[in-house]
Structure formats: structure tokens, C-alpha cells
């Protein structure tokens, strides 16, 4: 019976630099940037780089880090527990960068939000003080 369950099981599967770069909107020049930073490692076929699932997971993790602003060494503390201490381990981490990361975007919404207010009550003194102008660009 295990003969049979093998059987079915779906081969291995691998991706070229190509196919990942098409699935996840990245560029070549960006795989072989987290490849050299030590955050990906492709076997070689000849002069390709074949990637694995694995491969494939940590590129998903990789952009989706970079997205939200995780910086390279965040996202590589956070691989590399995997690989080091395990999935709890690693969740721990991230849970922790994850909250600090928060933080920092929160912060920097208040600013963003403190600049806004501060620049519409400059333009509506600068309407109101100069009228000809504020038609001018409407």
C-alpha cells in the first residue's frame, strides 16, 4: 500500500528564476539580491538556478516582510530560527517584530496625519489670503 501512496504522491517540485519572478511580480535582479544576502539558496543546473518549494515559501515570507517594511536582517532572524530552533521559536520572533513594526507604522501615521493637518491650514491661509491664486490652480 505505501508502493501506491509514493506513486501518487506529486513529484518534487522546482521553479526557475522565471517562474518565480512571474508568479510574485519580483525581478531577477531582486532573487539573486536575497540569494546573495543569504536568504535564498538555489541549487545550480548548469548556469540556472533551480529553486524549491522551500525556496519558493521563503521568497513568499521575503515579500511579504519587505512589504510591510521588515528590514533584510528582520526578515533573515526570522528565517533563520526555522532553520535553527524550529517553528515556535521562529513564531516568537516574528511575533516580536511584528509588534515593534506596528509601533513604528502607528507613530508614523500620527506624523503623516499631524503633516496633513498642518498643510490644509496652510492652503486655506494661502486661499483665503491670495483668492486669484486659489483659482488658478482649480
Request: charged share 30%; glycine share 4%.
Amino acid at each position: 500500500m505505501t508502493l501506491l501512496l509514493n506513486l501518487r504522491r506529486p513529484p518534487y517540485r522546482t521553479y526557475s528564476i522565471t517562474q518565480l519572478c512571474r508568479e510574485f511580480g519580483a525581478t531577477p535582479r531582486a532573487l539573486r539580491f536575497y540569494e546573495e544576502q543569504g536568504l535564498l539558496a538555489p541549487a545550480r543546473r548548469d548556469t540556472s538556478r533551480v529553486y524549491s518549494y522551500k525556496d519558493r515559501a521563503r521568497l513568499k515570507m521575503i515579500l511579504n516582510g519587505r512589504r510591510v517594511g521588515l528590514s533584510i536582517a528582520e526578515i533573515r532572524d526570522i528565517l533563520d530560527l526555522y532553520e535553527e530552533e524550529g517553528e515556535a521559536a521562529q513564531s516568537a520572533e516574528a511575533l516580536r517584530i511584528f509588534r515593534h513594526r506596528i509601533a513604528q507604522l502607528e507613530s508614523q501615521r500620527v506624523e503623516v496625519e499631524e503633516a496633513i493637518s498642518t498643510l490644509r491650514q496652510a492652503a486655506s491661509q494661502l486661499e483665503r489670503q491670495y483668492p486669484e491664486v486659489a483659482r488658478l490652480d482649480a
